[in-house]
């Protein structure tokens, strides 16, 4: 996700592009408090937060997950901000595990997983799509 004046906006999956965006003020959003708290975070029991499932509906385009895609949930996810030189957030990064429940959502991430994904976060920050847009 790329903020834009207050806003974070889906850079992918392309599905999303344009099915809205989240304020960082939201209340409801992991990827803003991630924004706000410039803090990467990995959530094993997804599901049993509280958090705005609205994006969650958006049906993505994966032939091998059809059916199982329609009734799972995110169970797992892990949030990293993505930060230019001078800790200016640029957007966010996530990335989940869906399932049936805890256990179908395959393996728990770790923090080697988040490590990895934060070093993710800087490459990306070098990116022309968070730092001038679509």
């Known amino acids: 996700m790329r903020l834009d004046h207050g806003l974070l906006k889906f850079v992918l999956p392309e599905e999303l592009k344009t099915a ?6 939201s ?3 992991i ?10 975070e990995v959530f094993n029991t997804f599901a049993k937060i509280k958090h705005a499932r609205v994006f969650e509906t958006v049906k993505l ?8 895609d329609e009734q799972s949930q995110i169970q797992k996810l892990m949030s990293v901000p993505v930060l230019d030189s001078e ?5 966010v990064i996530q990335v989940c595990r869906k399932g049936f429940d805890v256990h179908s959502a395959g393996p728990d991430f770790t ?7 934060t070093m993710a976060a800087g490459v990306a920050a070098e990116m022309r799509v968070l730092t001038q847009g679509t």
């Open 20 to 25: 809205g965006a989240i304020p960082v003020s």
């Open 31 to 40: 990827a803003a408090r991630t924004a706000s708290t410039k803090k990467a």
């Open 61 to 68: 385009v994966c032939p091998e997950d059809t059916e199982k």
């Open 111 to 117: 923090d080697d997983d988040l490590q990895r994904l």
């Open 27 to 29: 209340s409801a959003s």
């Open 87 to 91: 800790n200016k957030v640029l957007g």
